[in-house]
Protein backbone atom coordinates (compact mmCIF):
# COMPACT_ATOMS: atom_id res chain seq x y z
CA UNK A 1 0.00 0.00 0.00
CA UNK A 2 1.89 3.28 -1.46
CA UNK A 3 1.34 5.63 1.16
CA UNK A 4 2.11 8.79 -0.83
CA UNK A 5 1.79 8.72 -4.84
CA UNK A 6 2.40 10.61 -7.59
CA UNK A 7 1.70 10.49 -11.31
CA UNK A 8 3.34 10.28 -13.43
CA UNK A 9 6.70 9.38 -12.25
CA UNK A 10 8.81 10.97 -15.21
CA UNK A 11 7.46 13.80 -17.52
CA UNK A 12 9.33 15.09 -20.73
CA UNK A 13 8.27 17.35 -22.44
CA UNK A 14 8.92 21.05 -24.69
CA UNK A 15 9.14 24.65 -23.58
CA UNK A 16 5.91 26.41 -23.50
CA UNK A 17 3.76 23.42 -23.10
CA UNK A 18 1.33 22.72 -19.85
CA UNK A 19 1.26 19.81 -17.67
CA UNK A 20 0.51 18.40 -14.59
CA UNK A 21 1.51 16.32 -11.80
CA UNK A 22 -0.81 14.96 -9.04
CA UNK A 23 -0.61 13.37 -5.71
CA UNK A 24 -2.62 10.96 -4.03
CA UNK A 25 -2.05 10.28 0.02
CA UNK A 26 -3.77 7.69 2.13
CA UNK A 27 -2.77 8.37 5.52
CA UNK A 28 -5.67 10.30 6.23
CA UNK A 29 -3.26 13.16 6.77
CA UNK A 30 -4.25 16.92 6.89
CA UNK A 31 -1.50 18.47 5.74
CA UNK A 32 0.12 18.23 2.28
CA UNK A 33 2.76 20.22 0.11
CA UNK A 34 4.96 20.26 -3.16
CA UNK A 35 8.43 20.70 -3.23
CA UNK A 36 11.16 21.31 -5.96
CA UNK A 37 14.36 19.32 -6.17
CA UNK A 38 16.88 20.88 -8.11
CA UNK A 39 19.64 19.32 -9.98
CA UNK A 40 22.15 19.97 -6.92
CA UNK A 41 19.31 17.98 -4.72
CA UNK A 42 18.18 21.46 -2.84
CA UNK A 43 14.73 20.96 -1.23
CA UNK A 44 12.63 23.91 -1.35
CA UNK A 45 8.65 24.23 -0.53
CA UNK A 46 6.81 25.40 -2.96
CA UNK A 47 3.08 25.20 -1.75
CA UNK A 48 1.55 23.78 1.16
CA UNK A 49 -2.53 23.03 1.82
CA UNK A 50 -4.00 22.43 5.04
CA UNK A 51 -7.82 21.03 4.89
CA UNK A 52 -7.43 22.31 0.86
CA UNK A 53 -6.97 25.39 2.35
CA UNK A 54 -3.64 27.15 0.89
CA UNK A 55 -1.41 28.01 3.84
CA UNK A 56 2.37 28.47 2.39
CA UNK A 57 3.03 29.95 -0.73
CA UNK A 58 6.36 30.56 -1.44
CA UNK A 59 7.86 32.76 -4.00
CA UNK A 60 7.30 30.70 -7.19
CA UNK A 61 6.16 32.34 -10.42
CA UNK A 62 2.51 32.34 -10.89
CA UNK A 63 2.77 29.95 -13.77
CA UNK A 64 2.59 27.00 -11.04
CA UNK A 65 -0.88 26.20 -9.71
CA UNK A 66 -1.68 23.57 -6.70
CA UNK A 67 -5.20 22.37 -6.44
CA UNK A 68 -6.50 20.23 -3.70
CA UNK A 69 -9.89 18.83 -4.55
CA UNK A 70 -9.77 17.20 -1.25
CA UNK A 71 -7.50 16.47 1.60
CA UNK A 72 -6.26 13.28 0.53
CA UNK A 73 -5.40 15.20 -3.19
CA UNK A 74 -3.08 17.63 -4.09
CA UNK A 75 -2.17 18.11 -7.84
CA UNK A 76 -0.08 20.69 -9.44
CA UNK A 77 -0.46 22.60 -13.00
CA UNK A 78 2.04 24.00 -14.04
CA UNK A 79 1.53 26.46 -18.02
CA UNK A 80 4.02 27.26 -20.19
CA UNK A 81 7.22 25.23 -19.05
CA UNK A 82 10.47 26.71 -19.14
CA UNK A 83 13.96 25.33 -18.98
CA UNK A 84 14.03 25.81 -15.36
CA UNK A 85 11.28 24.02 -14.13
CA UNK A 86 13.48 21.05 -15.40
CA UNK A 87 13.26 19.30 -11.86
CA UNK A 88 12.45 16.48 -9.49
CA UNK A 89 8.83 17.47 -7.96
CA UNK A 90 7.99 15.87 -4.69
CA UNK A 91 4.96 16.04 -2.75
CA UNK A 92 4.59 14.89 0.91
CA UNK A 93 2.22 14.85 3.65
CA UNK A 94 1.49 15.25 7.16
CA UNK A 95 -1.06 15.08 9.98
CA UNK A 96 -0.42 18.74 11.32
CA UNK A 97 2.56 21.00 10.52
CA UNK A 98 5.49 21.83 12.00
CA UNK A 99 7.05 19.40 14.46
CA UNK A 100 5.11 15.97 12.53
CA UNK A 101 6.81 13.88 10.35
CA UNK A 102 6.52 14.36 6.37
CA UNK A 103 5.66 11.80 4.33
CA UNK A 104 7.15 12.03 0.89
CA UNK A 105 6.56 10.67 -2.31
CA UNK A 106 8.34 9.02 -5.01
CA UNK A 107 9.13 12.11 -6.95
CA UNK A 108 8.25 13.11 -10.61
CA UNK A 109 11.00 13.89 -12.39
CA UNK A 110 10.57 16.97 -14.94
CA UNK A 111 12.26 17.93 -17.88
CA UNK A 112 11.87 20.24 -20.15
CA UNK A 113 13.71 20.32 -23.52
CA UNK B 1 13.28 33.10 9.08
CA UNK B 2 15.28 30.20 9.31
CA UNK B 3 18.38 28.88 7.65
CA UNK B 4 20.01 25.25 7.83
CA UNK B 5 23.94 24.86 6.85
CA UNK B 6 25.23 21.48 5.74
CA UNK B 7 29.14 22.20 5.48
CA UNK B 8 29.88 18.52 4.13
CA UNK B 9 28.52 17.98 0.81
CA UNK B 10 29.96 14.46 0.52
CA UNK B 11 31.11 12.30 3.28
CA UNK B 12 33.22 9.35 2.31
CA UNK B 13 33.50 6.71 4.69
CA UNK B 14 34.90 3.00 5.19
CA UNK B 15 32.37 0.40 6.43
CA UNK B 16 32.26 0.17 9.72
CA UNK B 17 34.02 3.34 10.37
CA UNK B 18 31.85 5.70 12.30
CA UNK B 19 30.56 8.82 10.92
CA UNK B 20 29.31 12.47 11.64
CA UNK B 21 27.38 14.73 9.69
CA UNK B 22 27.38 18.50 10.76
CA UNK B 23 24.80 20.33 10.63
CA UNK B 24 23.92 24.16 11.78
CA UNK B 25 21.22 26.04 12.19
CA UNK B 26 19.72 29.76 12.58
CA UNK B 27 16.72 30.83 13.70
CA UNK B 28 15.47 33.97 16.41
CA UNK B 29 13.16 31.82 18.04
CA UNK B 30 12.81 27.93 19.13
CA UNK B 31 13.12 25.05 17.23
CA UNK B 32 12.13 21.72 15.61
CA UNK B 33 15.01 19.88 14.14
CA UNK B 34 14.65 16.93 11.80
CA UNK B 35 17.17 14.51 9.63
CA UNK B 36 15.86 12.94 6.77
CA UNK B 37 17.37 10.21 4.52
CA UNK B 38 16.77 9.97 0.66
CA UNK B 39 17.97 6.37 -1.00
CA UNK B 40 18.99 6.67 -4.89
CA UNK B 41 15.46 7.40 -7.00
CA UNK B 42 13.39 7.42 -3.84
CA UNK B 43 11.63 10.31 -1.68
CA UNK B 44 12.94 11.48 1.65
CA UNK B 45 12.42 9.50 5.00
CA UNK B 46 12.17 11.17 8.63
CA UNK B 47 15.29 9.30 9.86
CA UNK B 48 14.94 11.07 13.61
CA UNK B 49 13.73 14.39 14.85
CA UNK B 50 14.02 16.64 18.08
CA UNK B 51 11.05 18.56 19.50
CA UNK B 52 11.68 18.88 23.18
CA UNK B 53 13.27 17.50 26.19
CA UNK B 54 16.12 15.12 25.83
CA UNK B 55 18.78 16.78 23.55
CA UNK B 56 19.92 13.59 22.62
CA UNK B 57 17.68 11.54 20.28
CA UNK B 58 18.14 8.32 18.34
CA UNK B 59 16.66 6.47 15.09
CA UNK B 60 15.83 2.73 15.15
CA UNK B 61 18.91 2.01 12.76
CA UNK B 62 21.72 3.10 15.22
CA UNK B 63 22.12 6.58 13.91
CA UNK B 64 21.51 9.37 16.92
CA UNK B 65 21.66 13.47 16.65
CA UNK B 66 22.33 16.13 19.45
CA UNK B 67 20.97 19.01 20.01
CA UNK B 68 23.23 21.98 20.67
CA UNK B 69 21.63 25.28 21.58
CA UNK B 70 24.58 27.32 22.56
CA UNK B 71 26.59 26.07 19.53
CA UNK B 72 23.18 25.90 17.34
CA UNK B 73 23.86 22.26 16.16
CA UNK B 74 22.05 18.91 15.48
CA UNK B 75 24.99 16.92 14.01
CA UNK B 76 24.26 13.10 13.11
CA UNK B 77 26.44 10.58 14.20
CA UNK B 78 26.71 6.82 13.54
CA UNK B 79 29.52 4.49 15.28
CA UNK B 80 29.72 1.82 12.46
CA UNK B 81 28.29 2.13 8.76
CA UNK B 82 27.03 0.14 6.54
CA UNK B 83 26.87 -0.21 3.18
CA UNK B 84 23.08 -0.10 3.37
CA UNK B 85 23.73 3.65 4.90
CA UNK B 86 24.55 5.28 1.63
CA UNK B 87 22.64 7.95 0.63
CA UNK B 88 21.74 11.45 1.21
CA UNK B 89 21.15 13.07 4.28
CA UNK B 90 19.03 16.47 4.89
CA UNK B 91 19.09 18.26 8.22
CA UNK B 92 15.77 20.33 8.49
CA UNK B 93 14.57 23.54 10.70
CA UNK B 94 11.21 24.36 11.21
CA UNK B 95 9.89 27.33 14.08
CA UNK B 96 7.87 25.38 16.96
CA UNK B 97 4.13 25.26 17.08
CA UNK B 98 2.00 25.72 14.52
CA UNK B 99 1.66 25.27 10.68
CA UNK B 100 5.08 26.43 10.15
CA UNK B 101 7.50 25.71 7.18
CA UNK B 102 10.53 23.44 6.97
CA UNK B 103 13.75 24.42 5.36
CA UNK B 104 16.23 21.99 4.31
CA UNK B 105 19.88 21.92 4.17
CA UNK B 106 21.16 21.48 0.98
CA UNK B 107 22.39 17.63 1.39
CA UNK B 108 25.48 15.54 2.46
CA UNK B 109 26.33 12.13 0.62
CA UNK B 110 27.11 9.77 2.63
CA UNK B 111 29.54 7.04 0.64
CA UNK B 112 29.63 4.12 2.16
CA UNK B 113 32.98 2.38 1.40
CA UNK B 114 33.70 -1.50 1.30
Known amino acids: DTAVSQTPKYLVTQMGNDKSIKCEQN?????MYWYKQDSKKFLKIMFS???????INETVPNRFSPKSPDKAHLNLHINSLELGDSAVYFC????????????FGPGTRLTVL | AQSVTQLDSQVPVFEEAPVELRCNYS??????LFWYVQYPNQGLQLLLK??????LVESINGFEAEFNKSQTSFHLRKPSVHISDTAEYFCAVSPSGGYQKVTFGTGTKLQVIP
Open chain 2, 27 to 32: SSVSVY
Open chain 1, 27 to 31: LGHDT
Open chain 1, 49 to 55: YNNKELI
Open chain 1, 92 to 103: ASSQGGGANTQY
Open chain 2, 50 to 55: YLSGST
